[in-house]
């Protein structure tokens, strides 16, 4: 068993904490919340024509996690642990953007949520992966919720799909 595994819960102790002091229970299920959120994506339009993307796994982790603000409870492991807010209305006005994403990736992708602190937009695609998107890039947070929940929560550095920027260009040559 995972040192951070008890065999009672599917995550980890602290992300279990968090989750547990955000209200989520097992079995949680708010399905009339999540198609409201999917009927508001999908007649959302932007301004240049981009629309949302909307399919089984979002709906399911909205369902589930929807409306929760989750709070880290402790330490991170790597890096400061992160608290979210799941509401895909934060990413409303970023149809592009997500779309994007999802061309980059070759798939789809729908708003999730967004850290509150950092702005970071999160992400989920078709096959259910997470990603996070913001100023500096745009990051890998899991397969799954689960595993992008345990990422942020317990402070696992993500890994980074984009890179960080341009080189330093090389000094120019000096003159004999």
Not at 66 to 71: D, T, Y
């Amino acid at each position: 068993m995972h040192p951070d595994r008890t065999s009672t819960t599917r995550f980890p102790v602290p992300v279990d904490a968090a989750l547990r002091a955000a209200g989520w229970v097992p079995g949680r299920w708010d399905i009339k919340q999540a198609e409201i959120w999917a009927d508001t994506l999908r007649e959302h339009t932007s301004p240049a024509g981009h629309t949302h993307a909307v399919f089984p796994a979002a709906v399911e982790v909205w369902a589930e996690f929807g409306g929760l603000r989750i709070a880290p409870t402790g330490p991170g492991r790597r890096i400061a642990p992160v608290g979210l807010h799941v509401d895909p209305l934060h990413g409303l006005h970023l149809a592009r953007t997500l779309a994007d994403l999802g061309r980059a990736l070759d798939t789809e992708v729908s708003p999730l949520g967004a850290e509150p602190h950092s702005q970071a937009l999160l992400a989920i695609d078709t096959q259910g992966r997470v990603y996070a998107l913001d100023h500096t890039g745009d990051w890998y947070l899991g397969q799954d919720m689960d595993h992008a929940l345990t990422t942020l929560v317990s402070g696992t550095e993500p890994h980074r799909l984009t890179p960080p920027g341009p080189p330093d260009p090389a000094p120019a040559p000096q003159p004999r």
